[in-house]
């Protein structure tokens, strides 16, 4: 009896493209699964000056506290649907600022969204690679064998990591390594949030103008904003479901009121990064980050050089008042070691 049923030798052809097809999926699940659970990177921790507070806060929305302490205060404060930060601290001119920045309920909601990633959403971008591969490997093994269902393959596995990366980048991170770890990518968040914490820039600028200062003295302005007026505190990796990459986003920081030192660092380059002269560059060594500000090094400034160019270091993180040109002990003894140290330029 015959009837519409398969040759003989086309099933042995299907059953050796399915096993294959099977086989490279496994071997590309090794290659660029992300596990959220145990490789995201934190890019770093504290130097030898910093505490960790322990408190227990509202870490999606900014509390409502306020705090006072060496010169300094902050009032971190949620109204009517609107955030505000109002902050005190003490400039290295000793002069006293006081600044305030501020989002509606419906602003910080959107920004947020802009930052970390889900299982959900890796999980859903996996399902979508399964069945486009599946697709993609009968439809070229009918072409050209197991051949033509190899190279389907790797065409679907090529968008895969696209769209991977493309969904990362969205949300202020990066895959990077041999590892496919996760890490913050900071030049992207630091260009992100210039023009959203602009009008906190505008107001520097406007007391800069009052009190005559030049631009050393805005950076210093900014640097002892971020050091001694915002606590120090390690975000969560894993908040509400969210993987966070270890790191608050710039607003965010201010709203709440404290950061590390890479969250601290983001922070201070998208307020500098508001004047076109400020050309910064991150400087990422073992379990630490920091930044570095293109100017001539003043005598007993520490500095790198990048492109041929001298930029001066500087160490956000606090709570030392470390003027720009110095480091705490720790970071210096990071940046002599023997796994030395990496720059990322943010502009």
Not at 226 to 255: D, I
Not at 277 to 296: C, F, N, S
Request: hydrophobic share 40%; with cysteine.
């Amino acid at each position: 009896m015959k009837g519409p049923g398969i040759k003989l030798s086309n099933f042995l052809l299907l059953a050796v493209c399915l096993g294959a097809a099977g086989a490279l999926g496994f071997e590309w699940e090794q290659k660029l699964i992300v596990y959220p659970a145990g490789r995201d990177v934190l890019r770093s921790q504290s130097s030898e000056e910093e505490e960790e507070d322990e408190e227990e806060e509202e870490q999606t929305y900014a509390p409502t506290v306020a705090r006072t302490e060496k010169g300094t205060a902050q009032k971190i404060s949620r109204s009517g649907g609107n955030f505000t930060a109002a902050y005190n601290f003490i400039n290295f001119n000793k002069d006293r600022l006081s600044i305030t920045f501020g989002m509606t309920g419906a602003e910080y909601k959107k920004y947020l969204a802009g930052y970390g990633y889900t299982d959900a959403e890796l999980a859903a971008l996996r399902a979508w690679r399964e069945k486009a591969r599946l697709a993609a490997w009968n439809t070229g093994c009918a072409a050209g064998g197991k051949a033509g269902g190899e190279r389907a393959i790797a065409g679907v596995d090529l968008d895969y990591d696209t769209k991977l990366r493309t969904l990362l980048r969205s949300r202020g991170l990066a895959l990077r390594g041999k590892t496919n770890t996760i890490e913050c990518d900071m030049p992207v968040i630091v260009k992100r949030n210039i023009k959203v914490l602009q009008p906190l820039a505008l107001a520097l600028q406007k007391i800069a103008s009052e009190k005559h200062y030049d631009s050393d003295d805005m950076i210093g302005a900014v640097l002892s904003l971020v050091q001694t007026a915002l606590q120090y505190k390690l975000p969560p990796m894993l908040e509400n479901g969210l993987h966070t990459g270890g790191l608050l986003p710039p607003a965010r920081a201010l709203l709440s009121g404290w950061g590390d030192c890479d969250t601290k660092t983001g922070l201070a380059a998208s307020i500098l990064g508001s004047w076109n002269t400020a050309k910064m560059v991150g400087v990422a060594v073992p379990g630490h980050y920091l930044m570095a500000v293109r100017r001539l090094p003043g005598k007993g400034d520490m500095f790198v050089r990048h492109e041929g160019l001298e930029y001066v270091l500087v160490e956000p993180a606090g709570p030392a008042w470390l003027e720009p040109g110095q480091v705490g002990r720790a970071t210096i003894a990071l940046l002599g070691g023997s796994e030395g140290y990496q720059l990322e330029p943010f502009f």
